[in-house]
């Protein structure tokens, strides 16, 4: 075993000399082929150094082929993207990035579909890595909202079968949260799909995405009724003793549903099933929440950085739908 004399670079150097890339044109020049992929994986995932998965002692590991590392205190053996997302995959690094730039610099991101022509890989290959991106999404959306928080459900997917509105569809119910900031605008959002809108299904959706001390805002429906004995100042505008139509009411949550729908009707010609209704949400909310961000490239970073900090999926996971 040789050991390496590379020195580690920090990842703010690798590109151009930041840690993201700007242009596809420093994409490509960065990230040609799978050795320096894995090596910009390896600073986003062990910052100070190489850390022994096994053993956790941080030292320089021996390198071998094929990207295997060699822990020099315990012998352990792993690679960059064993026990991450990326795990076990066949898939080269190289079309892993090229989907990962994607994702995060196409404005409404794209379908399987669309990523498969751009790969040019098999569908199944661009559908598991859209489907392993959006769990690795979730883990950078880990913070509680606060402040003032719109909460409402809306009515997303599904066929409906021409009934009277609100009756006879198949639609999913989506919990929404949203901070509302004052005069105007929107912050962040938080969305879950939820059997139905009872409080057994909201209020936990409520005290898991919005942090205790905050202001929730929501119409006067019962799901609700119980929010001030969890630590909320709870405000409710009964819509039937209001002039206001809903969507006055409640701005927030009616522009995101809104969106939303419009997401999944455009980007995946409204072709979500049920079981995979929540990663596709998870992509929504991660894209979304840095819609403000300064470069399309940091959120590439970022992507990969939740990449490799987030555990592996199994392929039924990927198939059937993610326990979230
Ligand atoms: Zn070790």
């Known amino acids: 075993m040789k050991q390496s004399s590379r020195d580690t670079t920090p990842p703010s150097k690798l590109v151009a000399g930041r840690d993201y890339p700007r242009t596809y044109r420093e994409f490509v020049k960065s990230f040609h082929d799978d050795g320096a992929c894995a090596a910009y994986l390896e600073c986003l995932r062990w910052p100070n150094g190489f850390k022994c998965p096994a053993c956790g002692v941080t030292a320089e590991p021996w390198r071998q082929t094929r990207g295997r590392l060699v822990c020099s205190a315990c012998r352990h053996q792993t690679s960059v993207t ?25 404005k409404n991101g794209l379908s399987a579909k669309t990523l498969e022509r751009t790969l040019g890989t098999r569908y199944r290959v661009a559908w598991t890595i859209l489907q392993r991106f959006r769990v690795a999404m979730v883990r950078a959306e880990r913070e509680q909202l606060s402040g003032n928080v719109e909460v409402d459900e809306a009515l997303v997917g599904g066929v409906e079968h021409g009934a009277k509105p609100g009756r006879g ?15 105007k605008g929107f ?37 609700y009724s119980r929010l001030s004995n969890c630590g909320y100042t709870h405000r409710k505008t009964v819509m039937s003793a209001s002039e206001d139509p809903a969507h006055v009411a409640m701005p927030g949550v009616h522009r995101i549903a809104s969106l939303l729908k419009r997401w999944i009707l455009g980007t995946h010609q409204g072709s ?5 209704l929540q990663s596709y949400l998870e992509e929504f ?18 992507l990969l950085e939740q990449a490799v900090a987030t555990g592996p999926v199994t392929d039924a996971e990927v198939t059937h739908g993610y326990y979230w």
């Open 272 to 276: 979500v099933s049920d079981e995979h």
């Open 285 to 302: 909310t991660f894209r979304f929440n840095r819609r403000t961000s300064r470069s399309r490239g940091l959120v590439f970073r970022r």
């Open 169 to 183: 569809t198949d639609k999913c119910v989506v919990a929404i949260a949203v901070e509302v900031k004052q005069p």
């Open 82 to 106: 064993a026990g991450t997302i990326l795990d076990k995959t066949r898939t080269p690094l190289t079309t892993w990035f090229e989907a990962a730039w994607h994702v995060t610099t196409a």
């Open 187 to 223: 912050g962040r959002v938080r969305m879950r799909h939820v059997p139905d809108a009872s409080d057994f299904s909201l209020r936990p959706f409520v005290c898991d995405m919005v942090a205790p001390g905050s202001t929730i805002l929501t119409d006067g429906w019962s799901g």
